[in-house]
RNA sequence: GGCCUGAUGGCGGAGUGGUUACGCAGCGGACUGCAAAUCCGUGCACCCGAGUUCGAUUCUCGGUCAGGCCUCCA
């Protein structure tokens, strides 16, 4: 079995094919640092640190190439630059930081290129030049516009015919457009505001020329994957496309190519019933979650559903989340002595279900049939635990799991001076055990309770974990 | 108003034209000094209606409900 993954614009599942195998593209809309990231603008970055590990596997370590942008120049930005006083790299770089932090803490990989747009500004600025040049944008009162009428597929990613939208708009026009659909390539900026010398007039770049402009200086057109989450289809990634392929068009001739091969969304991550939103005011930033719960915990929760689903947030969700890694590191805790190896099944069987469009939960379901497997293996001392062992480890580094010691996920909130009072109170009932003395066993068993630790008696002794 | 998704057991969540994964929770048992962990066993669902079919949870149509996009948005 191949990769095959969902094409939006195909609107089904299409066997994967990279252009090119020794230099696989991906490109993924990444955040707009003014603030902390929300537990759902994570989930893109987890679904596709997933395909992006899948892809290496694939095809090789140095043959994926994988840019998510960072969108530095913004409205809410300045906003916030202004309110604290500062330079808006102040905000930029401060939230960058923590959003590239909160990822790793996810599991997340860093991606091959993290272009900002204030450091492609040359590139945005020659690719609307291209644009005013073919006449598929134009200037009016400051602004450079892009003209929607150039690109006779608009709307074919969105599946919204033009005249179409323009019937259902709720938007107020502004006087100076062409056309309703057209879309801001430069504005004129505020006083105040950040601004950048162009032929249009000093001001700065729209959002969505950003992108292209990225995609371009990046990895060059065109692409084999572009990703997002599912609300960027219209009308983010439409505009793109639309101007990513007609800034290649040459004047008067038909705009034609190809942008990108795939386009991948993911489904929303819901409060309840509703997404989750800053407007509407029920966000749980990663940024707090993650100082209470495994960063792998929340990762585990984002990759429960399949990507394309939505995916409801709950506290019970984290929970289970936290059960099953607590199941697979006691595995591993218990297989710690079998050293990974021998002959395991073919890599295609392995991640056959990764390679179903990136089905996790399957492969979650997987992840859990080869550790009860080993388990048994282990049990029964039978000479397969190295392959199953092998196995396992594979599947969960393609999927970001298990890569922390098992003894560091169970005990891993505790520091040393704990560590060394539990280990105490641990011998000492041990030794009560041994002279049959269940009273003080129990005693001190209460104890441990009471620190949140819980203690399991083995062949080997008795181990602990701290309790959730 | 236009466009687009989805509906699976107590909960989460895959998948399938004919025995409905997997996990959590529940129940019974084994193990244990008692527990925990583990193991064995077990109950529980495919939104409604019509159609196609030998057979539909799966395909088609209609309906209901829920959500998203059309405006910044992962």
């Not at 590139?123 to 892009?146: D, K, T």
């Not at 505001?193 to 162009?198: D, L, R, V, Y």
């Not at 495994?294 to 429960?304: C, F, Q």
């Not at 000479?383 to 922390?404: C, T, Y």
Request: glycine share 8%.
């Amino acid at each position: 079995m191949s990769l095959s993954l969902y094409d939006t614009m195909a609107r089904k599942k299409r066997p994967f094919v990279p252009s090119d195998p020794r230099r696989v593209t991906m490109y993924v809309c990444g955040p707009t640092v003014y603030n902390y990231s929300h537990i759902g603008n994570f989930r893109p970055v987890v679904v596709f640190d997933v395909l992006f590990r899948l892809l290496r596997r694939l095809y090789g370590e140095d043959a994926v190439l994988y840019a998510a942008n960072v969108t530095d120049v913004d409205d809410k930005i300045n906003a916030k630059a202004a309110d604290e006083g500062v330079p808006i790299s102040a905000i930029t770089d401060r939230y960058l930081a923590a959003y590239n932090a909160d990822a790793a803490a996810l599991g997340a990989l860093m991606p091959t290129a993290q272009p900002r747009a204030t450091q492609t500004m040359e590139a945005i600025i020659a690719m609307i030049g291209r644009l005013v040049h073919n006449n598929s944008a134009y200037a009016a009162e400051g602004h450079v516009l892009f003209n929607t009428q150039a690109f006779g597929d608009y709307g074919r990613l969105s599946g919204r015919p033009l005249d179409e939208m323009i019937a259902g708009a709720r938007v107020e026009v502004a006087p100076y457009k062409q056309h309703p659909a057209d879309f801001v390539l430069w504005k004129p900026s505020k006083p105040g505001e950040p601004i950048w010398e162009s032929p249009w007039g000093p001001g700065r770049p729209g959002w969505h020329i950003e992108c292209s402009a990225m995609i371009e200086q990046e990895l060059g057109l065109p692409i084999d994957i572009h990703g997002g989450g599912i609300d960027l289809v219209f009308p983010h990634h439409e505009n793109e496309l639309a101007q990513g392929i007609c800034a290649h068009s040459s004047e008067g001739g038909h705009p034609h190519g190809t942008y990108a091969h795939f386009w991948l969304h993911n489904g929303f991550l819901n409060m309840g019933e509703e997404k989750m939103s800053k407007s509407l005011g029920n966000v749980t930033l990663a940024h707090d979650l993650l100082k209470q719960t495994p960063g792998e915990a929340i990762r585990w929760a984002l990759l429960a559903a399949h990507y394309r689903q939505p995916l409801a947030w709950t506290d019970d969700a984290l929970n289970q989340a936290r059960n099953s890694l607590d199941h697979l590191y006691g595995v591993l805790g218990r297989a710690r002595h079998i050293a990974a190896g021998g002959s395991g099944a073919l890599l295609e069987d392995q991640l056959e279900p990764l390679l179903d469009d990136v089905n996790t939960p399957a492969a979650m379901a997987q992840l859990k049939k080869l550790a009860t497997d080993l388990d048994a293996a282990v049990r029964k001392d039978a000479p397969s635990a190295p392959a199953i062992k092998q196995d396992l480890m594979a599947l969960a580094e393609v999927m970001g799991f298990l890569q922390a010691d098992p003894q560091v996920w169970f005990q891993g909130g505790a520091d040393e001076g704990l560590k060394g009072k539990i280990d105490g109170l641990i011998s000492a009932r041990d030794a009560a055990r041994a002279a049959k003395d269940w009273v003080e066993a129990d005693r001190i068993r209460a104890e441990l309770t009471a620190m949140n630790v819980e203690v399991m008696d083995g062949p080997a002794g008795a181990t602990w974990r701290i309790k959730e």
